[in-house]
Nanobody, 119 residues
Framework: QVQLVESGGGLVQPGGSLRLSCAASGSIGSIYSMGWYRQAPGKQRELVAVITSGGSTKHADSVKGRFTISRDNAKSTVYLQMNSLKPEDTAVYYC?????????????WGQGTQVTVSS
C-alpha cells in the first residue's frame, strides 16, 4: 500500500500562485510515476501533470507554461507549482501514484485538496 498526503491548496486571486505538495509513504518501491489530476464540479477528472521515475514530465496543454511538476526523491514528495492561476483552474486536485510490479499494477490516490481561484 502507498499512502499519499496532499497539502497546499487554498483560495487565491487570479494571477496568483500556489504550490501543492504530495508526500508518499508505505510501499513506495516500484512507483513508475506520480502525477496531479483535478476535478471541477460537474466535470470529469483530468490529468494536470505527471512525472516518471526517470524524471520525464508531461503537462496538460491547458497548464503548459504556468504549472510545473517536480519531485524530491529524498523526501518522496512531488510538487506542483502553479503560477498565473485562472478561475478555470478551480478544482479539487488529487495526487496519484502509479505503481508497476511484476505481478500487478496499482493506482493510489490522495484525499484531494481544494484550489479556488477567485477575486
Amino acid at each position: 500500500q502507498v499512502q499519499l498526503v496532499e497539502s497546499g491548496g487554498g483560495l487565491v486571486q487570479p494571477g496568483g500562485s500556489l504550490r501543492l505538495s504530495c508526500a508518499a509513504s508505505g510501499s513506495i518501491g516500484s512507483i513508475y510515476s506520480m502525477g496531479w489530476y483535478r476535478q471541477a464540479p460537474g466535470k470529469q477528472r483530468e490529468l494536470v501533470a505527471v512525472i516518471t521515475s526517470g524524471g520525464s514530465t508531461k503537462h496538460a496543454d491547458s497548464v503548459k507554461g504556468r504549472f510545473t511538476i517536480s519531485r524530491d526523491n529524498a523526501k518522496s514528495t512531488v510538487y506542483l507549482q502553479m503560477n498565473s492561476l485562472k478561475p478555470e483552474d478551480t478544482a479539487v486536485y488529487y495526487c496519484n501514484a502509479h505503481q508497476i510490479s511484476p505481478a500487478t499494477i496499482n493506482d493510489y490516490w490522495g484525499q484531494g485538496t481544494q484550489v479556488t481561484v477567485s477575486s
